[in-house]
């Protein structure tokens, strides 16, 4: 039996307390109203830029620099398009007119883009749209707070379904090298409770209008005689709306909740058991699970990521984040399993498991990628105004992020885990796996962000502090977990094979 | 004692194979070859060889693909005769990439593995045609065979390899 360090659990604690404080500290400093808005913008000018998103938004205030940097880089995506040409010669001559007419073609489907509000009516009453302009720095920066905690809740979660959805794929493939990890794997699959109740009591928040996480969830956004009105939303309105949502949120986050009580209530029962009755439940449970799992996943992901762009789709979007949590995931089990074989547990493991899991690693990153670049690749050769925004918003105020975590999730774990030799040393795949759970930690920010904070995001107080807060919370359930069972399925059929298992 | 005499041990099944290697190799019996009708999971490692080294061959040949993928793309599309399809700029390597990506990919993979084959032939010395070297037509089918270089007692060789399973041993003249 394991028994949790208490170095290991005051650490927990202290990350929580730290990111409790940290929310705390994001929350109360947001900003209230358009005055205090107003000063952070002017002490960022001061500042002279120190990143990119204060630097273009001061741009979008009416600068010149932005003007010039929009028509490059419309005139990068689309030279071909004539009108954008002739926009883009004209920029030298009339700045103003041209901004309206190279920047609106590519954003005026992203209302949540500050520069097209702007663009429209330049010439226009300059105040009004001044306080316009701040209203929606307002909104961008009390969201934040909420986006980071989202993307941080969110992220955790899904790692503990990642792992729920191998551990099924496991009893499923009836896999004979893994069942020494199944005990590593259940109790990884134990945060999907408090997991999901905290992501659950965030949509509700967001239903109950307490952020502006959700455009769609803004009161008259359905009506056609509200100034919020979309007609694009309404159209979609059947499907999105908060009470369908909730629903839909609570079905499935019960469905997995229950085959992972009852799979892991099985998995113990096995172990006293005289007979297999306990693991042919289990491999019918998870097939079933995993017939469940790929709708609902897939549904999920429109829900709980692809919603906060309401106007843009992706048909391969349910993959892509799953392939994403499906990756951490098990990068999560390789280290639970290193740390507690460093502790001196899991006897029998060997480093020909260690293996495998890391040939997951390296394949799944190599499946995101292909479902990222699919994704990508042919958005940006269509460069249909519509669907060519997601990437535009990416590319213009996220551009580090953006292809910064192309790096850390393909080029770093291709080329440090296409060896098999390095895939059987414990500090090479710890070193691959801290570079994948960054890499697809900022991927989610990169789904979430855009969205609701625009250029106003930094990675700051509140994105570090609720990492930190779902961390700890996550190492304490999921440590606690691992004591209340025997580290090894000692009646699994598959056992004897899973010891010795070598290659 | 001579050097070109060996003895082919005959076994009928992959798991007597291997303990009766690791027999033989802890007897300290020189085991020349073995054949077999399927790849047998763990057998190069019970038998002490070196390990396969196609494995660094296959990334160099992918390196080469995506050279000669880049080269001939740069060639095609921006030096010679620039082209401009779907309205993307093709003035510049970097700007028309990502259309590039799925032909980089698929020659890195179609050098990889076609380089990676005809090595594998040219070291295994195959080539069509070839008369086949198993002294044995039945490890075509169901049985293994252990070739054994003969040092020492004969006798006592037989003795032992039949005690290792084997259904049967011959002693061969090479040559």
């Known amino acids: 039996m394991y028994t949790f360090s208490n170095k290991l659990k005051t650490f927990a604690f202290v990350l929580m307390a730290l990111g409790l404080l940290g929310i705390a500290y994001g929350f109360l400093t947001a900003p209230k109203t358009t005055q205090d808005v107003e000063k952070i913008l002017a002490e960022s000018h001061h500042e002279g830029g120190h990143h990119a998103a204060a630097a273009t938004h001061e741009a979008a205030a009416g600068s010149e620099a932005h003007h010039e940097a929009a028509a490059d880089s419309v005139k990068q995506e689309t030279p071909a398009a004539e009108h954008h040409v002739v926009a883009t010669d004209s920029v030298k001559t009339e700045e103003a007119d041209s901004t309206k007419a190279v920047v609106a073609p590519v954003v005026e489907e992203d209302h949540h883009d500050a520069h097209a509000a702007h663009a429209e009516s330049h010439d226009a009453d300059a105040h009004k749209e001044h306080e316009k302009h701040l209203e929606h720095v307002l909104h961008q920066l009390q969201n934040k707070p909420w986006a980071a905690l989202y993307v941080a809740c969110i992220f955790f979660m899904l790692i503990s379904v990642g792992v729920l959805a191998f551990y099924a794929i496991q009893w499923v493939a009836q896999a004979g090298w893994s069942p020494v990890l199944f005990r590593v794997m259940e109790g990884i699959t134990s945060y999907l409770l408090p997991g999901s109740i905290i992501f659950l009591l965030l949509l509700i928040l967001s239903g109950m209008h307490m952020n502006h996480l959700f455009a769609w969830m803004v009161e008259g956004v359905t009506d056609p005689k509200s100034e919020h009105y979309d007609a694009i939303i309404a159209g979609k309105s059947g499907f999105l709306n908060v009470p369908f949502f909730l629903i839909r949120a609570i079905v499935f986050l019960a469905g997995w909740n229950l085959y992972r009580y009852f799979s892991r209530k099985n998995s113990l029962a096995q172990d006293e058991a005289s007979d297999d009755s306990f693991y042919k439940k289990n491999f019918k449970m998870a097939a079933g699970f995993l017939a469940f799992f790929i709708v609902t996943e897939s549904i999920a992901s429109w829900d709980w990521v692809m919603s906060v762009d309401p106007h843009w789709y992706s048909t391969l979007f349910g993959w892509y984040v799953f392939a994403s949590f499906f990756v951490s995931g098990i990068t999560t089990i390789a280290f639970v399993t290193l740390y507690l074989k460093s502790k001196g547990y899991l006897e029998y493991v060997n480093t020909s498991h260690i293996h495998d899991l890391a040939k997951f690693m390296f394949g799944i990153s190599v499946f995101w990628t292909y479902l990222w670049f699919s994704q990508f690749m042919l958005m940006w050769y269509s460069n249909i105004p519509e669907e060519v ?9 996220f551009k580090l992020p953006f292809f910064g975590m192309v790096v850390l999730n393909f080029v770093l774990p291709i080329l440090i885990l296409i060896n098999t030799d390095f895939k059987r040393l414990s500090w090479v795949v710890v070193m691959a796996g801290i570079i994948i759970l960054t890499g697809h930690y900022i991927d989610f920010f990169n789904m979430i962000m855009p969205a609701t904070v625009g250029d106003q995001w930094f990675i700051g107080v509140s994105e570090i502090s609720s990492l930190l807060f779902f961390f700890g919370l996550f190492i304490f359930v999921v440590f606690t977990a691992l004591t209340k069972a025997p580290l090894l399925a000692k009646r699994n059929p598959l056992i004897e094979e899973s010891k010795h298992f070598h290659y | 004692m001579s050097t070109n005499k060996v003895i082919h041990a005959i076994y009928n099944d992959d798991d007597i194979l291997m303990d009766a290697v690791k027999a033989s190799r802890a007897a300290h019996h020189h085991i020349e070859e073995i054949y077999t009708p399927f790849p047998v999971h763990g057998l190069d490692k019970a038998m002490g060889l070196a390990p396969t080294r196609i494995a660094i061959a296959s990334f160099l040949y992918g390196v080469v693909g995506l050279t000669v993928a880049a080269n001939l793309l740069n060639y095609m599309m921006i030096v010679d005769w620039p082209q401009d399809i779907g309205g993307k700029p093709s003035f ?32 295994s010395r195959l080539w069509p045609f070839k008369e086949a070297e198993n002294p044995d037509v039945r490890t075509t089918d169901d049985h293994f065979l252990m070739e054994v270089a003969v040092n020492g007692n004969e006798e006592d060789m037989i003795s032992f390899f039949k005690n290792t399973g084997a259904v049967e041993v011959k002693v061969i003249d090479k040559h």
């Open chain 2, 92 to 123: 510049a390597f970097y700007q028309n990439m990502p259309a590039f990506v799925p032909i980089l990919f698929e020659l890195t993979v179609f050098f990889a593995a076609h380089l990676m084959v005809i090595t594998f032939y040219l070291r």
């Open chain 1, 389 to 397: 925004t997601y990437f535009v918003t990416r590319i213009e105020h």
